[in-house]
């Protein structure tokens, strides 16, 4: 019994049944953000939405992942076939490595990194790449558009989203994302940091190519954007890593600004989870509400507008904290 | 810094459609592009082509009638209505004006439609799925209407030569009221959810003109050309059928911009609800059938022209007969066609993003232009 115990309680089996718990979360969050999607743009659009399989259409979509997964991988004539066959895998991976440092309560955590908020960051930045060698090896002319649109974008977005996260770390003093939590027991940082949460929300979801800055996507200019050639389990996954990039930018939010697992009565992981979850509808209101974006001016937006505002909302954080 | 770096500038070419999801039909876009600008545009048309104008020439008068829904078929009953007047013309028929009424009320009713498609599906174009729905929504209590009055929901083939086949009752004039009335209490939300929206605003103003000029060189017409400025509707300056009776304006734009195409658009929908309040108040009784209709149409030699304003613009039908039971040629004037005539150029130096806001603006429906 003592073996087990100790075994339970190193660090090799902390990370193994991590891993574990992310997929079997990363799968389910999934099908679920799926579904929920399909049910908020329902009800915004005066219908009810899937309600054949399942209770209210709760399991379409796992039926719609059986029927992926039995669709034919094809791989389209003078496609660069490697890469081609990796960009899905590589949009995925760094995807699972986020979960490693998310804090879904003040135990429920994989590996407290002092430098969590810098690994999510630096493994977020990761997506374009795929997305690049989607786009690049499809030898299709849409997908080249949506994939040298979606690297000009992450990349005009990421500033604003890094100068934001700054004036939140200048705070607290540290990059660990339970310092950043435990610093908002008392006033969550939405409140004293109201700019810095909606520039945040901004950026993010322009970061996760969601409406109405879904321009690497769009599908009235450029058919599907850089998944136009993926088929069947391989436009899945695809799928699976938006969502899942939806989820922890949610997280991210929450932990920077709503306080992350704090809340009454309720355990911390309940309030973390719902706040996420509230974060997400957000985005998915945003979705189903706004236009779409030109090109030019989603970048102008972010270099005129977004970046000046982010570092003015710095200076004043480090003025303010330096006459305190 | 081309020339420095030794890179020779290079331009490709892009095919859109004619399997595209905003190319609304099989339209085929040659696209000479620099980067993401269009150097040049080429549409390629006649994937649609079914050479109404030759079936015509093969068959009687009375069977032609459901080719004209086929047409454009958002607006069939402005054709139907067209069709029927020219031949009503060389027939010398004279129709009760009771079934002009009803004849005014069904054509609005079309109309609207149309524009409501127009306005979901365009803003589908620019990425916000849910006004498409919200359009549909509304529209489908408007097919309702006409389908319980003509039988069919989309390609009506309803006028005959001499007036209406059916009669209205009172039910279809209070669903008339009650349509309007719900239509009315929907443009707070259009305007709140859309017109005012900045990125809306931000795609349209200032995007795809078409200025005065360039409208009357290539026979724009239509909501395209009254958001130009120039007041033109045939109702208004050829008053046909019981147009005349009715008190209505014509909404016409500054700029001629997408924007000021919209709200035209949107402005119509509200003068064709007047144009419908105020034919159902004003419903004459009387027969909806012309006394004198010939069983066997066979109209007497001669030539006859006649137009009439559908959602897109000035539709004209000119007939040549030789008293035969088939006319001799008919020659089918379409507005869209003259409208994409401007594509080319109002594409060009835009981005792919605008090319897909000025394609949905003017408004095409391509078994129009293909025919």
Not at chain 1, 101 to 118: A, E, R
Not at chain 1, 184 to 200: H, M, T, Y
Not at chain 2, 124 to 148: I, K, Q, S, V
Request: aromatic share 12%; net charge negative.
């Amino acid at each position: 019994m003592e073996l087990v115990a100790q075994f339970l309680g190193s660090e090799g089996a902390r990370m193994v049944v991590g891993l574990i718990a992310v997929i079997a979360l990363v799968s389910v969050n999934a099908l679920f953000l799926i579904w929920m999607e399909r049910k908020v743009a329902a009800h915004m659009q005066l219908r009810p939405g899937p309600m054949e399989v399942g209770p209210h259409g709760a399991i379409q979509t796992v039926a719609d992942a059986i029927k992926l997964m039995g669709k034919e991988l094809i791989t389209p004539a003078e496609v660069d076939k490697p890469i081609f066959w990796l960009a899905p895998i590589v949009i995925f991976l760094p995807v699972l490595l986020s979960f490693l440092v998310i804090p879904f309560s003040s135990t429920w955590i994989i590996k407290d990194m002092n430098v969590g908020i810098l690994l999510i960051l630096a493994f977020s930045t990761l997506s374009v790449l795929s997305i690049l060698m989607a786009g690049w090896s499809s030898n299709n002319k849409y997908a080249v558009f949506g994939a040298i649109r979606s690297v000009a974008q992450n990349i005009a977005y990421e500033i604003p989203l890094l100068v934001t996260v700054m004036s939140i770390i200048l705070m607290v003093g540290s990059f660990k994302l339970t310092d950043i939590v435990a610093a908002q027991s008392g006033l969550w940082f939405v409140v004293v940091q109201p700019l810095a949460f909606i520039l945040f929300i901004t950026c993010a979801t322009a970061e996760t190519n969601r409406a109405p800055f879904d321009i690497p996507e769009a599908e009235s200019e450029l058919v599907a954007g850089f998944h136009t050639e993926y088929t069947g389990m391989r436009f899945a996954l695809f799928f699976l890593a938006e969502y899942t990039n939806m989820f922890i930018a949610a997280a991210v939010a929450t932990v920077l600004f709503l306080g992350g697992w704090h809340g009454p009565f309720l355990p911390g992981v309940v309030w973390f989870l719902l706040k996420v979850y509230a974060v997400i509808f957000l985005l998915m209101w945003f979705r189903w509400t706004f236009p779409r974006t030109r090109f030019d001016q989603l970048i102008t937006f972010a270099w005129k507008i977004l970046i000046p505002l982010a570092f003015v909302n710095l200076l004043i954080t480090a003025l303010v904290l330096k006459l305190r | 810094m081309t020339e420095l770096l030794g890179i020779e500038e290079k331009t490709y070419t892009l095919n859109l459609g004619p399997q595209h999801p905003s190319t609304h039909g099989v339209l085929r876009v040659i696209l000479e592009m620099d980067g993401e600008f269009i150097i040049k545009a080429e549409p390629v048309i006649g994937y649609g082509h079914r050479g109404h104008e030759h079936m015509a020439e093969n068959r009687n008068y009375t069977q032609f009638l459901p080719n004209l829904a086929r047409v454009d078929y958002l607006h069939a009953l402005a054709y139907n209505q067209c069709y029927c007047m020219a031949v009503e013309k060389l027939l010398d028929l004279k129709v009760p004006e009771r079934a002009e009424f009803i004849r005014v009320i069904t054509c609005e009713l079309n109309r609207i439609s149309s524009h409501l498609l127009w306005f979901g599906a365009y803003l589908m174009d620019l990425g916000a799925f849910t006004p498409f729905l919200y359009c549909f929504d509304d529209r489908e209590h408007l097919l309702d209407l006409l389908d319980g009055l003509t039988g069919s929901r989309l390609t009506y083939c309803f006028f005959r030569f001499g007036g209406v086949p059916v009669d209205i009752d009172a039910d279809f004039v209070a669903g008339c009221r009650s349509f309007v009335s719900r239509l009315r209490s929907r443009w707070n939300d259009y305007n709140n959810l859309v017109t005012k929206n900045v990125i809306f605003i931000n795609r349209t103003r200032d995007v795809g003109i078409i200025t005065r000029d360039q409208c009357i060189k290539y026979g724009i017409t239509g909501p395209n050309l009254r958001g130009s400025g120039i007041p033109y509707d045939i109702r208004k300056s050829e008053p046909y059928s019981a147009y005349p009776e009715f008190d209505f304006e014509i909404p016409i734009g500054a700029k001629g911009d997408i924007y000021d195409r919209y709200i035209v658009r949107l402005a119509e929908m509200e003068q064709s609800c007047r144009i419908i309040e105020q034919a159902c108040n004003q419903l004459p009784d009387g027969p909806i059938m012309a006394e004198k209709v010939p069983k066997r149409i066979k109209p007497p030699v001669g030539e006859v022209y006649q137009a009439v304003e559908t959602a897109r613009g000035s539709f004209g039908m000119y007939i040549v007969s030789q008293g035969d039971v088939k006319p001799y040629r008919i020659k089918l004037r379409t507005p869209s066609f003259a409208n994409m005539s401007f594509f080319p150029e109002m594409a060009v130096d835009n981005l792919v993003a605008d090319l897909v806001a000025n394609l949905g603006s003017i408004d095409v429906v391509i078994p129009e232009i293909d025919r």
